[in-house]
């Protein structure tokens, strides 16, 4: 078993920054990618920003230029830092960590941080 655990979500003013973490624990050698969704309320989950099979970053649309993921693959940690906030990036944001377990895809997820964007 993989277990992540988020770190740093909080209430910002529009325009503001806040930076992510996530630790993995547990099986890490079977770790594959570690990426970052958010779900806003209402809508479903969706990727926010994750790594190419080459090891380059992607993100989507509306984060782009603005946020910034970064793995360190030594101490199994993802961090997602973000900047320029603005209201529509309010949502709570999980880490995810997918890679084989032996034969078989294993998606994991943490518990997840709440980012609040708001005057």
């Known amino acids: 078993q993989v277990q992540l655990v988020e770190s740093g979500g909080g209430l910002v003013q529009p325009g503001g920054s806040l930076r992510l973490s996530c630790a993995a624990s547990?099986?890490?050698?079977?770790?594959?990618?570690m990426d970052w969704y958010r779900q806003a309320p209402g809508k479903p989950r969706e990727v926010v920003a994750t790594?190419?099979?080459?090891?380059?970053?992607n993100y989507r649309d509306s984060v782009g230029g603005r946020f910034t993921i970064s793995r360190d693959r030594a101490k199994n940690t993802v961090s997602l830092q973000m900047d320029s906030l603005k209201p529509e990036d309010t949502a709570v944001y999980y880490c995810?960590?997918?890679?084989?377990?032996?034969?078989?895809?294993?998606?994991?997820w943490g518990q997840g941080t709440q980012v609040t964007v708001s005057p």
């Open positions: 995810h960590a997918g890679g084989y377990a032996g034969t078989r895809w294993r998606d994991h």
């Open positions: 547990g099986s890490i050698s079977s770790i594959d990618v």
């Open positions: 790594f190419t099979t080459y090891g380059s970053a």
